[in-house]
Structure formats: structure tokens, C-alpha cells
């Protein structure tokens, strides 16, 4: 089993920063992808940003330039740092961390941070 746990959402004025953290414990397999979700309310839960344990990553064209994953494999812990935020960037967000072998990966989920961006 994975156990994902987040800290660092709040709230925040537009155009101000925040840095959420997530760490991983339990079984952790040395490759994995880990990464953040989030949902605003009435809406799909969508992809914000994704790294692999290699240190590709993937952003959400809408947070490209403005937001930036990175990760201490140490540590097992995942960051996601947001600057620029905007209104349109509240929601819950979700740690990720989808691993596994080849014929069965897993995805597990943490309890989600709720990040407030006032105009």
C-alpha cells in the first residue's frame, strides 16, 4: 500500500505564489510517476502537472510557464511550485503517484489541499 500525504494549499491574492508538497511512504517502486491533479467545483478533476522518477515532467498548457514540478526521489516527496496564480487556478489538488508493474499499474490518490486564489 501507498500513503500520500499533502501539506501547503491555502489562500492566496492573484498574482501570489504558494508550494504544495506531497510525500509517499509504504511500498514505493523505484519507478513511478508522480504527479498533481486538481478540481474545481462543478468540474472533471484535470491533469496539472506530471515527473517521472527519471525527471520528465508534463504541464498542463494552462500552467505552463507559471507552475513547476519537481521532486526529491530521497524523500519520495513531490513539489509543485505555483506562481502567477490566478482565480481560474482554485480548486482541490490532488498528489498522484501512478506505478507499478508493466501488466498492473496503480494510481493512488492523496486526501487533496484546497488552494484559494481571490481576485
Known amino acids: 500500500q501507498v500513503q500520500l500525504v499533502e501539506s501547503g494549499g491555502g489562500l492566496v491574492q492573484a498574482g501570489g505564489s504558494l508550494r504544495l508538497s506531497c510525500a509517499a511512504s509504504?511500498?514505493?517502486?523505484?519507478?513511478?510517476?508522480m504527479g498533481w491533479y486538481r478540481q474545481a467545483p462543478g468540474k472533471q478533476r484535470e491533469l496539472v502537472a506530471t515527473?517521472?522518477?527519471?525527471?520528465?515532467?508534463n504541464l498542463a498548457d494552462s500552467v505552463k510557464g507559471r507552475f513547476t514540478i519537481s521532486r526529491d526521489n530521497a524523500k519520495n516527496t513531490v513539489y509543485l511550485q505555483m506562481n502567477s496564480l490566478k482565480p481560474e487556478d482554485t480548486a482541490v489538488y490532488y498528489c498522484n503517484i501512478n506505478q507499478g508493474p508493466v501488466w498492473r499499474r496503480v494510481d493512488y490518490w492523496g486526501q487533496g489541499t484546497q488552494v484559494t486564489v481571490s481576485s
Open positions: 509504504g511500498s514505493i517502486f523505484s519507478f513511478n510517476v
Open positions: 515527473i517521472t522518477s527519471g525527471g520528465t515532467t
